[in-house]
């Protein structure tokens, strides 16, 4: 069974902090999809990554695609409170095919 | 951006009937559609791949008959949550993905509440 581990499970920050995503498994993914949902919605993709060792920027966040293809980590630079929501990481391995999420990890950003 | 809808957003039934949910890829043709559960503050919990022509794929633990998948054609997909019941309360969420890459997208979900 492929899983995916996020953490933390929960984090609460002040604004204007940092803070690191990790998103890891054994398996090897074909790619990686990052998303935020916000309560209520459904999930809104943010970046998905190929390569390994591949780093994309989303304004304050950047995305991070471990060599191996195996973990990636999403790093957001002076947290604001819009930043709030749940962060999903997915993995795929066939063009098409289902995706693994992983546990998924709460952001709570106060002002 | 590929885009994709469900409605209804929000149903609220009572127990014992059966409640339709659809799932529209607007933009983009999708020969598979999968179909998410979620409770509050988790992860998606894949139910079942549906699959354009054919039977729908369950994960294991999902009934069938309970949740009953229709992939009519390349755009539209639907489950219906057959003699609900209060448990069935929950938050359903479809994706799809392009024909092209891996990334699937999601539609905003449909809340269900059984009474």
Same mark, same amino acid.
């Given at each position: ?17 940092? &803070? /690191? ?8 993914? @074909? *790619? #990686? ?5 916000? !309560? +209520? ?19 304050? &966040? /950047? ?8 973990? @990636? *980590? #999403? ?5 604001? !409170? +819009? ?29 | ?115």
């Amino acid at each position: 069974t492929q899983l995916l581990k996020q953490s933390p499970q929960f984090l609460s920050i002040q604004e204007g902090e940092n &803070l /690191t995503v990790y998103c890891n498994s054994s398996s090897v993914f @074909s *790619s #990686l999809q990052w998303y935020r949902q916000e !309560p +209520g919605e459904g999930p809104v993709l943010l970046v998905t990554v190929v390569t390994g060792g591949e780093v994309k920027k989303l304004k304050r &966040l /950047t995305f991070q695609f471990g060599d191996a293809r195996k973990d @990636s *980590s #999403l790093h957001i630079t002076a947290a604001q !409170p +819009g930043d709030t929501g749940l962060y999903l990481c997915a993995g795929a391995r066939t063009n098409a095919g289902k995706s693994t999420f992983g546990d998924g990890t709460t952001l709570t950003v106060k002002p | 951006g590929a885009v994709v809808s469900q409605h209804p957003s929000w149903v609220i039934c009572k127990s014992g009937t059966s409640v339709k949910i659809e799932c529209r890829s607007l933009d983009f043709q999708a020969t598979t559609m999968f179909w998410y559960r979620q409770f509050p503050k988790q992860s998606l919990m894949l139910m079942a791949t549906s699959n354009e022509g054919s039977k729908a794929t369950y994960e294991q633990g999902v009934e069938k008959d309970k949740f009953l998948i229709n992939h009519a054609s390349l755009t539209l997909s639907t489950l219906t949550v057959t003699s609900a019941h209060p448990e069935d309360s929950s938050f359903y969420i479809c994706s799809a993905p392009t024909a092209s890459t891996d990334t699937q997208y999601f539609g905003p979900g449909t809340r269900l509440t059984v009474l």
